[in-house]
T-cell receptor, first 113, second 114 residues
């Protein structure tokens, strides 16, 4: 079974802190994604990566950056956390082929106070 | 640009009745379409997908979905709902490119009453 592991289930951070959310997948997938989930807004794509060191902005990249130094790991960085970044963050991975589904981690619920 | 619309925030169905959760999409090339389910405090689980071929695709837990190219729709269906089907359902679209992103709808909460 594909496993996508997010480093924390729950996280509480202070405004202005630099926050790292880590995601690791064990299936050698080329594509990795970060989404945030908010009630009524569904999943919105923040960034995705299609290869090591390669990234593309999603629909809501402002206030976020990403890092992919190794194929299995994709990090989401909140440079200076703000209260409006309080949300559920979901990481996913998929093979390169476009017809394949993505596999999701359990999510990280981040609260910025 | 790709987009997905789920016009209903909530769908309420009595147990044993058929259910439909609606989804329409927009994509420039050939669409790859997906349905996912999310139970409380969990990540998303894949249910089924349409790639090509038969317009009716079958998936997990007795769910199926009908692809309609002329109406750009991909509605999720089940002939007989169970209380355990109560969850949040997401439709998603991906275009055919290898580096393509996956775009999700806003989600539909399905509530099955006993």
């Amino acid at each position: 079974d594909v496993k996508v592991t997010q480093s924390s289930r729950y996280l509480v951070k202070r405004t202005g802190e630099k926050v790292f959310l880590e995601c690791v997948q064990d299936m050698d997938h080329e594509n990795m994604f970060w989404y945030r989930q908010d009630p009524g807004l569904g999943l919105r794509l923040i960034y995705f990566s299609y290869d090591v060191k390669m990234k593309e902005k999603g629909d809501i990249p402002e206030g976020y950056s990403v890092s992919r130094e190794k194929k299995e790991r994709f990090s989401l960085i909140l440079e200076s956390a703000s209260t409006n970044q309080t949300s559920m963050y979901l990481c996913a991975s998929s093979p390169r082929r476009g017809y394949t589904e993505a596999f999701f981690g359990q999510g990280t619920r981040l609260t910025v106070v | 640009a790709q987009s997905v619309a789920q016009p209903e925030d909530q769908v309420n169905v009595a147990e044993g009745n058929p259910l439909t959760v609606k989804c329409t999409y927009s994509v420039s090339g050939n669409p790859y379409l997906f349905w996912y389910v999310q139970y409380p405090n969990r990540g998303l689980q894949f249910l089924l997908k349409y790639i090509t071929g038969d317009n009716l695709v079958k998936g997990s837990y007795g769910f199926e979905a009908e692809f309609n190219k002329s109406q750009t729709s991909f509605h999720l269906k089940k002939p007989s709902a169970l209380v355990s089907d109560s969850a949040l359902y997401f439709c998603a679209v991906r275009d055919g490119g290898s580096a393509s992103k996956i775009i999700f709808g806003s989600g539909t909460r399905l509530s099955i009453r006993p």
